[in-house]
């Protein structure tokens, strides 16, 4: 798999002419002294097209998930890049919605973000409040990635790099997979399934744990 410099990944991140800035460095996610209530937190699965964003929200969420797709139409071909993944019919056009929880003290409430370029707009508006993310990552189409790894990077949110198998296939070791995104030792990079809620479990649950450890990085 080819190496990639930050600087030149592809496609720019998505950008608004009044993009928020970077959120804070979150506090270590824990339940109120006192408070039966669980702490909510929101994640974001990012990605570029047909990854498999709306796969895992479903996969996972604990409750019936929002989704707003819409069928994939002739009027898109000279727009959309189905490159590989000729099969797919549908694609979000706003945002997927779902919720999981991982403990009585924690819940998360996950937001998938649309995947192709002209949608890009919302993600600004979806990232506010959002304490970290899981870049979802077609080891077919790399590339298709490479904004939403530039997005998180620019506002300083932390993220997990997810990298799912399509078919349960896993051609490239971890390792190769970060030096093809340019990726610091640091960001967590899993292969994972997005069809399988365990294996989608364990991914956010490494998301908490880089949450933990960045905002025990900020208090250092």
Not at 20 to 49: C, H, M, R, W, Y
């Amino acid at each position: 798999m080819a190496g990639s410099d930050p600087a030149t990944r592809g496609a720019s991140a998505p950008e608004t002419p009044q993009a928020p800035q970077a959120p804070e460095t979150p506090e270590t996610p824990q339940a109120s002294e006192g408070n039966d209530a669980p702490e909510a937190v929101k994640i974001l699965i990012a990605g570029g097209f047909g990854v498999g964003k709306t796969t895992m929200v479903g996969s996972v969420s604990e409750i019936v998930p929002l989704r707003t797709e819409e069928p994939l139409t002739s009027a898109g071909l000279d727009v959309d890049d189905l490159d590989g993944i000729e099969e797919k019919r549908a694609t979000t056009v706003a945002l997927d919605f779902g919720r999981i929880t991982l403990s009585p003290e924690l819940v998360l409430y996950l937001f998938g973000t649309p995947g192709q370029q002209r949608f890009w707009f919302m993600w600004n508006d979806l990232a506010v409040g959002a304490l970290g993310a899981v870049v979802l990552i077609d080891v077919r189409r790399p590339e298709s990635s490479f904004a939403a790894v530039d997005f998180f990077e620019r506002r300083g949110i932390p993220f997990v790099v997810g990298v799912n198998g399509f078919h349960g296939r896993h051609p490239y070791t971890p390792e190769e997979i970060r030096d093809a995104l340019a990726l610091p030792e640091r960001t967590p990079v899993l292969l994972c399934d997005a069809r399988e809620r365990g294996s989608c479990r364990d991914v956010l649950i490494t998301l908490i744990d880089e949450l933990i450890a960045s905002s025990a990085r900020g208090r250092s």
